[in-house]
């Protein structure tokens, strides 16, 4: 029997869109994989801005140092309350979630989409790859790289300095403007990625994705206690759940033929994210 088709809800969409599964024609990657030839998948999400931070948007793109494969691009049906300031940053207000898919079915597109690839992420805390896997039964086993972290060491930046997503595409002269909505804040997490690649591999001589690996630290994404590890995902994304939840401190291309999502619009807002204006602190306090 086939699975139930997916649909997906990309922002600004006036109705469902059915989502196809890409097919993955790579093999997984691994250490020893050439970083020419290896698959990455950039994410970012959008949040309700309170804890337990529910996700109210997933944006991702799927890439190889030389070009973009595939985008994924939805909002997901979230009926707890937006903190006022996050919708102000996101701009994502309940209107917009009408359709979109559950957190659960979201989740199941996103990590189909994600198979086989190493995950980048622009956040000191992998807070989006922590929200992704919460409350699955076993944490993701994906390859986690943290750009603020490769930031640091290929632009030698001083140490515990988070860089935000903005200052790093000025820095890196990158030809992209952060929208602050989670497919362009995914978008521009992987132009900052190839541009920092490439700087390290005529730096540091950087060969495979085992070379970025060891240098830089797995970011902790299994954050949840002994006790309720196996926990039912939908648990986790419920409008019931507590703050205890919230993790420790810790111009867009035409789609290519395989895209699935339309090419991101030209939109701009703000982001639900602390983390994007580069200052740190606790996302038990105002992380919206």
């Known amino acids: 029997m086939s699975p139930e088709p997916l649909f997906l809800k990309p922002r600004g969409a006036a109705e469902l869109v059915p989502w196809e599964e890409i097919a993955v024609d790579a093999p997984e990657v691994g250490p020893g994989t050439p970083l020419g030839d290896a698959q990455f998948v950039a994410l970012d999400v959008e949040t309700t801005g309170n804890a337990p931070f529910l996700v109210l948007e997933i944006g991702a793109e799927r890439f190889r140092l030389d070009g973009t494969l595939s985008f994924f691009d939805t909002l997901v049906d979230c009926r707890a309350p937006i903190n006022p300031y996050a919708r102000k940053r996101h701009h994502i207000d309940r209107s917009m979630l009408i359709g979109a898919p559950e957190f659960k079915d979201a989740r199941r597109a996103f990590l189909r989409f994600a198979q086989g690839a190493v995950l980048v992420e622009h956040s000191h805390d992998a807070f989006d790859t922590w ?50 909505a989670a ?31 060891s240098a830089l630290p797995r970011p902790v994404v299994d954050r949840t206690p002994p006790s309720r590890r196996g926990s039912a995902a939908a648990a986790s994304q419920s409008p019931d759940a507590r703050g205890r939840t919230a993790p420790p ?38 992380r919206a």
């Open 183 to 213: 497919l362009d804040d995914a978008r521009a997490t992987a132009m900052v990625f190839r541009e920092l690649i490439r700087r390290a591999r005529e730096m540091l001589g950087w060969a495979v994705v085992g070379d970025v690996l």
């Open 249 to 286: 401190r810790s111009a867009a291309p035409p789609a290519t033929p395989r895209a699935t999502s339309r090419a991101p619009s030209g939109r701009r807002g703000r982001s639900s994210r602390r983390r994007r204006s580069g200052s740190s602190g606790s996302p038990g306090g105002s």
């Open 131 to 180: 929200l992704v896997g919460r409350g699955l039964e076993s944490p993701l086993e994906h390859p986690i790289i943290d750009t603020t972290a490769l930031a640091r060491l290929v632009l030698d930046l001083p140490k515990g300095q988070t860089p935000g997503l903005a200052r790093l595409v000025e820095e890196l002269a990158v030809d992209i403007t952060p929208a602050h």
